[in-house]
Nanobody, 116 residues
Framework: VQLVESGGGLVQAGGSLRLSCVAS????????MGWYRQAPGKQRELVARIGNGGSTNYADSVKGRFTISRNNAKNTVYLQMNSLKHEDTAVYYC???????????WGQGTQVTVSS
């Protein structure tokens, strides 16, 4: 499975960005897709995740501000980020996992920088 992210960039606090991630390859094996982020000096953390059936879960820090969605016909997952804060600054990684997280695939990452 190959994952290619796009949509990162520089935005002012309070602004919005939308990240996209296109999956290719053995996509039939994917059970869930998600977004993680890693800020400098910190561990990678889950931002949002969506299952094949559409179930979602979010980190508490982004609930009400971020929305994850999935277009199965386009093999694409999106992360709409609104009301961005400086602390959202990080490299955002797309992930795709097989059933039970037996295998997890990662994209190359896209930088999101929120200026305060």
């Amino acid at each position: 499975v190959q994952l290619v992210e796009s949509g990162g960039g520089l935005v002012q606090a309070g602004g919005s960005l939308r990240l996209s991630c296109v999956a290719s390859g053995s996509i039939f094996s994917i059970a869930a897709m998600g977004w993680y982020r890693q800020a400098p000096g910190k561990q990678r953390e889950l931002v949002a995740r969506i299952g094949n059936g559409g179930s979602t879960n979010y980190a508490d820090s982004v609930k009400g501000r971020f929305t994850i969605s999935r277009n199965n016909a386009k093999n694409t997952v999106y992360l709409q980020m609104n009301s961005l804060k400086h602390e959202d600054t990080a490299v955002y990684y797309c992930s795709a996992s097989t059933l039970g997280d037996a295998y997890v695939y990662w994209g190359q990452g896209t930088q999101v920088t929120v200026s305060s």
